[in-house]
């Protein structure tokens, strides 16, 4: 079993690791021979699709950054990736390079991992993601937080807005699905052809109906998708799951 | 920020999504640190691949820097000692030269995006959203 990653933050500042993290670093050990084979196939001209030789990995709302230290340092490795992480929270930025630098050996170990404050993968040119993460906010809430309008509003405090930012991390607005499908309904664009998408749902997104709807959305766009589920935790009254998304050629 | 990242990121206002002048931003008032880290030639070779070289002289330029060879170096072998001191040169601009603090244009509609404390900050205000 690998370790989770060393991290110290202010957890009065952003999300703290919990249950949803450690099944997002479980499915990734689970299904690590797996990735490793599709984003470097050992013989190319046996496999049906060509990767890219170096994969952009995108962690959307990376808070302290673990998951994607853990990716580089256990599953893809330092020097076969680039890794970009994101989210809305400057402190959470800053933290994900942080957090980075705390699990290296030596401050100079080679990585390229950079960061970016932006809504969901923001600036990033069409179909650039080979590997994309994402634990949304996924709670059923009243509303989601509308981070534009708070980190603009100077009137607030900053422990209102520290406040809000937590929030942001774990409300999803109606079925808790509000965020994940701003981002389902790119994902065409969002990915390159081979490029694949972990996705993290509790049972109350309803998540196969969520992937049905996709499909048949996707389908009038032209765009076939392979769909499955990857992970599945029970805990307490809560199941979580994790789904992989690859565009179906 | 570091000066790789400048290749993958474009205006994220829809308006802009299809026009030209949207990729690369336009970098000015920047201020640069190096930050040291092993050369490892394998990734630089690799990823040349997926590099927008134009893109890539383009900002180099905003920064200063105008020593890049004009067409994209093919097919490098990463343990051809000819090819080390390219690759060397590759690696102190796109892997360890950091933007901290900077500006990014947008050449279509001209919006100013900000790098503080070497985080590049693209979220929207309001109207754009």
Redesign the interface.
């Known amino acids: 079993m690998f370790a989770t990653p060393l991290y110290d933050a202010d957890f009065e500042k952003l999300y703290e690791p919990s249950e949803d993290t450690y099944v997002v670093l479980d499915t990734l050990e689970e299904i690590r021979q797996d990735l490793v084979n599709w984003y470097f196939p050992v013989n190319t001209r046996s496999t049906t699709h060509s990767p ?3 994969p ?1 990995c995108v962690e959307i709302g990376t808070g302290t950054g673990i998951i994607t230290t853990f990716i580089q340092k256990n599953i893809l490795g330092p ?2 990736a ?1 890794y ?1 992480t994101t989210d ?1 929270n ?1 402190y959470a ?2 933290t994900s ?1 942080k957090t980075n630098g705390l699990n290296k050996k030596k ?6 991992l ?6 969901l993968v ?4 069409r179909k ?1 993601v080979d590997l994309l993460v994402f634990n949304p906010p996924y709670v059923p809430s009243e509303e989601v937080p509308d ?3 708070l ?2 509003d100077k009137k607030d405090d900053d422990d209102k807005i520290n406040d809000l930012l937590v929030d942001l991390a774990l409300c999803g607005g109606a079925d808790g699905m509000e965020t994940t499908w701003r981002l389902l309904d790119n994902l065409d664009s969002i990915l390159s052809d081979t490029g694949m998408a972990l996705i993290l749902f509790c049972a109350r997104n309803k998540p196969e109906q969520v992937v049905e709807q996709f499909k048949q959305k996707m389908r009038l766009k032209g765009v076939e998708w392979k769909v499955e589920r990857v992970f599945i935790r029970k805990a307490g009254w809560e199941e979580l799951t994790v789904w992989k998304f690859v565009k179906d050629w | 920020m570091k000066f790789l990242t400048t290749n993958f990121v474009r205006c994220p206002i829809s308006k802009c999504d299809n026009s030209l002048k949207a990729f690369p931003l336009q970098y000015k008032n920047c201020e640069l640190i190096q930050e040291e880290l092993e050369f490892n030639p394998e990734f630089l070779a690799n990823i040349l691949d997926r590099l927008n070289w134009e893109a890539i002289i383009a900002v180099a330029g905003d920064l200063g820097n105008d020593s890049l060879p004009p067409t994209k170096p093919e097919n490098v072998d990463p343990k051809d000692p000819e090819n080390e001191q390219l690759l060397k040169d590759l690696h102190t601009l796109l892997i360890e030269t950091q933007i901290t603090e900077g500006e990014m244009h947008c050449g279509e509609c001209g919006h100013i995006y900000y790098i503080k404390s070497s985080i590049p900050n693209f979220l929207l205000p309001p109207h754009l959203v």
């Open positions: 890219n030789k170096v952009i020097d076969r680039i970009l809305v400057d930025c800053a390079i401050p100079t170990d080679f990585g390229m950079d960061t970016i404050k932006c809504d923001g600036p990033l040119a650039c981070i534009v309008k980190t603009q």
